[in-house]
């Protein structure tokens, strides 16, 4: 039929192409960063945070971690509300990234301590057993260019002060990269918005049989001794002995929002079944 017809086709086709290059990609551009996508709270980087930006291009971090949430439910599950434009407002280049050999790290900061960073990039699987991530150790042996640093900073217009440069004498890579990581999401403050408020009574529906109990020592072993210690004894984060005699419902509550103050992680993932087990062997630490 029309591909009989060659000029008709043509026009056709182009006007076809016109509308979905228009759509897909003029518009975008027109709408992105206009006043309605700003968002206040995000502020450009520090020049601490922009050098470990810098260190993650080069080192292709983003060849194995996006940096961008999708709006899908898994993704907004798992990450956290899904990403806004006016969050990349300062980012030049974006890091989007469009493979995801390791997870998103748009919304990395906060999720952990400081400490935890250096442990993990230092040796992935001290903190991950069977990750698959590279160590950056050498990043340590590495010092910060201040001079250069500065220089980014003009280029960029981002506002900095002498002393933050002058500060970047004791810095090493590694201390830029956790930084950054720390940045990444932290400025929309959606840790506390993401909480979810544990209404009316929290009661253990388990009984700590020594199934349970070890279900729950598994679990342990898994998810918290990397940061409190393979005895509870405390690390990263505090002793848990003292757990022993905390509430069941504070426990739950905590494990499933994490304490977004301190730095622990919020467990939510592992569904209300493994948390009870968790707290069932918290109760009953015995050897
Ligand atoms: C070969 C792929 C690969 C590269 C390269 C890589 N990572 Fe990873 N990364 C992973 C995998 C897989 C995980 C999940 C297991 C883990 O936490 O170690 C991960 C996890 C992480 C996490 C923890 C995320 C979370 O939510 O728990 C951070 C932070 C991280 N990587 C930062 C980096 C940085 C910074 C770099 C570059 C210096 C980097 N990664 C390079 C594969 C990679
Ligand atoms: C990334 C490190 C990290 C991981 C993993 C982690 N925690 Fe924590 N945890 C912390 C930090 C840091 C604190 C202190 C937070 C604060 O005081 O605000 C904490 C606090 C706690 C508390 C409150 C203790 C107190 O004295 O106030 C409990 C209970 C707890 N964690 C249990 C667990 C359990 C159970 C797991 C495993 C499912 C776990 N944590 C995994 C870092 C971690």
New binding site residues.
């Given amino acids: 039929m029309w591909e009989k017809k060659p000029v008709l086709f043509l026009l056709l086709a182009t006007a076809t192409i016109l509308v979905g290059t228009i759509v897909t990609m003029v518009l975008p551009f027109a709408w992105i960063n206009t006043e309605k996508d700003r968002i206040e709270a995000v502020t450009p980087y520090a020049p601490l945070e922009l050098a470990g930006r810098d260190?993650?291009i080069r080192?292709?971090?983003n060849?194995?971690?996006t940096q961008t949430v999708r709006p899908l439910v898994s993704d907004v599950l798992r990450y956290g509300p899904y990403s806004k434009s006016g969050e990349f407002a300062y980012d030049r280049p974006h890091l989007w990234g469009s493979r995801r050999?390791?997870?998103d790290?748009a919304r990395?900061g906060g999720?952990y301590p400081a400490t935890w960073?250096y442990h993990?990039?230092e040796e992935?699987r001290a903190?991950?057993p069977g990750?698959?991530?590279?160590a950056?150790r050498f990043l340590e042996g590495a010092a910060v260019d201040p001079v250069l640093t500065r220089k980014k900073m003009e280029v960029l217009d981002f506002p900095y002060q002498e002393e933050q440069i002058s500060a970047l004498e004791n810095k090493n890579e590694m201390d830029a990269?956790v930084a950054y990581?720390q940045k990444l999401g932290s400025d929309i403050g959606w840790r506390a918005q993401a909480q979810t408020e544990v209404i009316g009574e929290l009661e253990n529906p388990l009984e700590p049989t020594p199934g349970v109990v070890a279900a729950g020592r598994d679990l342990y072993a898994q998810h918290c001794a990397q940061c409190h210690g393979g005895d509870l004894g405390g690390d990263i984060g505090p002793e848990l002995t003292g757990a022993a005699d905390t509430d069941a419902a504070e426990l739950f509550r905590d494990l499933w929002n994490g304490l977004p103050d301190g730095g622990m992680p919020s467990f939510n993932t592992l569904g209300q079944e493994r948390i009870w087990q968790l707290v069932t062997f918290l109760h009953n630490q015995g050897p």
Wanted: glycine share 8%.
């Fill in positions: 260190v993650y080192e292709g971090c060849n194995c971690h050999a390791g997870p790290l990395i999720k960073h993990h990039l992935p903190m991950v990750s698959n991530m590279p950056y990269l990581m």
